[in-house]
């Protein structure tokens, strides 16, 4: 499916949970988030600059993740990690969309999912 | 649109003019990775700008969500909480004297007047990292206000008995005291330097000891000593500078052990004498928080105190808790400069309480009824209760590199 025919509210209310995920697997920069979503989610996640910042910040300010500085090729990018209050809200979100995805897939598969 | 014209919409919307700066960095160089992605993709330069402008998003939206990240909030709930606890006093100080006030009573209540517009011009401020930027301003500003606190104090406070100095007044220590926030400051802008700027700041911190000695009283210039050591243990800890800091440590902190062991014996006379009990009885005898609320209440009032002093007590640890919260360096030593402050002049009144200080002086911050130095000692205690506000409001906002160190400027 593309990504603009996708229904952006679906990935709205899960980016943090995507961002998140992906700085508890390593550090990365803005930039690199956008292309590693777009790739592992083989283009269905189109995140534009515009979004993803102010979500970045507010994570930071809420003390999930943690910004610095460092050079890398002659360049100066703004890293992000996750804290250790950013993993225990990961999971709790993991938890939460692991509910929601079971209701959904519950309610699409009728019952003959009930008794699968 | 032009990069410049989507980067300047996007800092428009956002009203915190000190961070524009590090979102302008960040967002300039994603467009540079984006540009340079299109480039490979064979487009030329100004195609490749064009589009990658065009992949950042609505820069009125992008500027939108940031300015709400980026607003900077004052906690509502600790100012009031901190006007809170001065209502109380002052509700004190009119049930103690039942409306028929003396001359300097009605004058109290207008120092606490000025020093609560004191507190909120410190908490609403804006801040301008020029003011901090060099260390010569920082300087300045140390010296003007000890001009003036000398001044009140030199006009309006008490002599002290044996020293015949004015200056020993309550305003002008408190401004000694106080200086160490703004000592944290300075310990900021020259981290990530070696010995020399070490050096540097222990020659700031010996003027201000050697300042302190003017009021001839050893316990006092003990604290203020004590006071530059805890923040500049608190740097050299936070590896903020390249010097081998278990050696430094060692070094530093034998001069306050030196001291201490100086003001064994004065203890040890002061307690052979019975001089502590005498000062302690002196001191509720004076109409300070204590002595007021003992003859309010009779004997209800020791539990008065006891609750006074378990506040204080709890007001304190709050903030210790509070400034670990505290993810920016600089609002964070600023914090701890301020609570180290308010601790130090707590050691002291106890130190004044018991007879190694002058007992009109003590003042006990979130406590006291304080009617000395014409104001001037309560003005610093709303300047530093306002001056944490101001750091515990900016702290998610200031960018972390903000602050030059002396390296970069």
Not at chain 2, 23 to 46: A, C, N, P, V, W
Not at chain 2, 66 to 83: A, E, G
Not at chain 2, 122 to 141: H, I, M, T, V
Not at chain 2, 201 to 213: E, F, K, P, T
Request: hydrophobic share 45%; aromatic share 14%.
């Amino acid at each position: 499916m593309e990504a603009n025919k996708l229904d952006k509210s679906l990935l709205s209310g899960s980016t943090t949970l995507l961002l998140l995920q992906l700085l508890s697997e390593r550090e990365m920069y803005g930039y690199e988030m956008i292309e590693t979503l777009r790739d592992r989610s083989q283009n269905v996640f189109e995140l534009k600059a515009g979004t993803l910042y102010p979500l970045l910040h507010g994570l930071e300010e809420k003390g999930f993740l943690e910004a610095y500085e460092r050079e890398a090729g002659g360049k100066t990018r703004k890293y992000y990690r996750i804290t250790k209050k950013g993993h225990r809200h990961l999971d709790g979100k993991k938890e939460e969309w692991e509910t929601y995805e079971t209701a959904v897939r519950r309610v699409l598969g009728g019952p003959a999912y009930e008794g699968s | 649109m032009k990069v410049h014209e989507y980067l300047k919409t996007v800092e428009e919307q956002i009203r915190c003019k000190s961070i524009w700066e590090d979102i302008r960095t960040e967002l300039l160089g994603h467009i540079e990775e984006d540009t340079e992605y299109f480039r490979r993709k064979g487009m030329s330069r100004e195609e490749a700008v064009e589009r990658a402008v065009e992949e950042m998003g609505d820069p009125v939206e992008t500027g939108i969500e940031l300015d709400k990240v980026h607003r900077t909030r004052l906690d509502v709930k600790l100012l009031l909480f901190f006007i809170g606890i001065d209502l109380l006093t002052v509700v004190l100080a009119i049930a103690y004297f039942k409306g028929e006030m003396p001359d300097d009573v009605s004058k109290y209540m207008l120092w606490r007047g000025t020093g609560l517009f004191f507190l909120l011009m410190f908490s609403f401020g804006g801040y301008r990292k020029e003011y901090f930027s060099k260390p010569y301003q920082l300087w300045l500003l140390f010296f003007i206000i000890s001009a003036v606190f000398m001044m009140i104090s030199v006009f309006g406070g008490a002599a002290v008995e044996d020293s015949g100095f004015h200056l020993t007044d309550m305003a002008y220590q408190t401004m000694l005291f106080s200086n160490v926030a703004g000592f944290g400051g300075l310990a900021f802008y020259y981290r990530k330097g070696g010995y020399g700027e070490v050096r540097r700041l222990l020659a700031i911190a010996g003027v201000v000891c050697l300042l302190s000695m003017i009021s001839r009283q050893y316990f006092f210039t003990f604290m203020v000593v004590l006071a530059h050591v805890i923040i500049l243990t608190i740097a050299v800890r936070r590896g903020w500078f390249r010097i081998k800091r278990r050696e430094f440590l060692i070094k530093l902190w034998s001069l306050p052990g030196l001291l201490a062991l100086f003001g064994v014996p004065m203890v040890y006379r002061a307690i052979r004498d019975h001089r502590i009990a005498q000062s302690v009885r002196k001191y509720l005898d004076m109409d300070d928080t204590p002595g007021m609320l003992l003859r309010l209440f009779g004997s209800a009032g020791i539990l008065g105190i006891f609750v006074m002093i378990l506040l204080i007590i709890g007001v304190f640890l709050w903030m210790l808790y509070d400034i670990r919260k505290l993810t920016n360096q600089y609002c964070n030593i600023i914090c701890t400069g301020v609570l180290t402050a308010f601790s130090m002049m707590v050691l002291y009144s106890l130190l004044a309480m018991m007879g190694f200080g002058d007992i009109s002086q003590v003042f006990f911050p979130f406590f006291s009824v304080n009617r000395f130095s014409n104001g001037g000692a309560l003005y610093l205690y709303y300047i530093l209760l306002g001056t944490f506000l101001h750091m515990h409001r900016h702290d998610k906002v200031l960018p972390k590199a903000e602050l030059p160190t002396k390296r970069a400027a």
